[in-house]
Structure formats: C-alpha cells, structure tokens
C-alpha cells in the first residue's frame, strides 16, 4: 500500500490542524494505521494508531485529549486531528500502515509501510 501524508503547515500555539493519510495501492481497510512524529535531532516516536476498523484508538500521553485519529474506509483516508497545538508539537508526521493481527502497535519497527511525512510548525 501507498500512502501519501498531507495537511500539515505553520500554526499558531493553539491552533488546529488536520492531517490526510491517503492510502492507494492494496485495501486499505485491511491495515491498522498509525501517525508518527519526528523532531530535528529526535527519534521518531509514536503519537497515535488505530485498528483498521477504526473500532479502537491508542495515542501517546503527550497528545492525548488533544488529538484525534480516525480513519474513512470507504475513501481510504485516514486522519489526524490536531487541536490546541503547542511548539513542542512542531515535527514532520508520517503515516504508516501495517497488517492487522489484531493489536495496537506502537512502535515504528512494527510498520511496514510509510508516507513521506508533513512539516507541522507550530509557533508561539
């Protein structure tokens, strides 16, 4: 599968964004999905996944009850809701995709494909 991350841009602090994961390729909907994020001169880490059914979410600590991910298997989309965003939100976010086996996956070795990634700016 094919995945094509948009959306991202300059924001200020608390401010909302939303970013697009579109899929192409394969069936989207028999994939879990999940967003990543990765500062200059950090690690990528994990801000939040959902199975393919969209049935359940997980997200880090540090974006939960701000962001929200969802998914519309029907337009082989999946999104990230992004409010009250703070300049340590600033990174460039991925979409990544692996096939379902049921768990929520956190990490980005568990990922077997990936969008390029969006630049998310936030300032303060």
């Known amino acids: 599968v094919q995945l094509q991350a948009s959306g991202g841009g300059w924001v200020q602090a608390g401010g909302s964004l939303r970013l697009s994961c579109a899929a192409s390729?394969?069936?989207?909907?028999?994939?879990?999905m999940g967003w990543f994020r990765q500062a200059p001169g950090k690690e990528r880490e994990f801000v939040a996944a959902i199975t393919r059914s969209g049935g359940r979410t997980y997200y880090a600590d540090s974006v939960k009850g701000r962001f929200i991910i969802s998914r519309n298997n029907a337009k082989n989309t999946g999104y990230l809701q992004m409010n009250a965003l703070t300049p340590e939100d600033t990174a460039v976010y991925y979409c990544?995709?692996?096939?379902?086996?049921?768990?929520?996956?956190?990490?980005?070795?568990?990922?077997?494909?990936w969008g390029q990634g969006t630049q998310v700016t936030v300032s303060s």
């Open positions: 390729g394969r069936t989207f909907s028999s994939y879990d």
């Open positions: 990544a995709a692996r096939s379902s086996n049921g768990y929520i996956v956190k990490s980005t070795t568990g990922y077997n494909y």
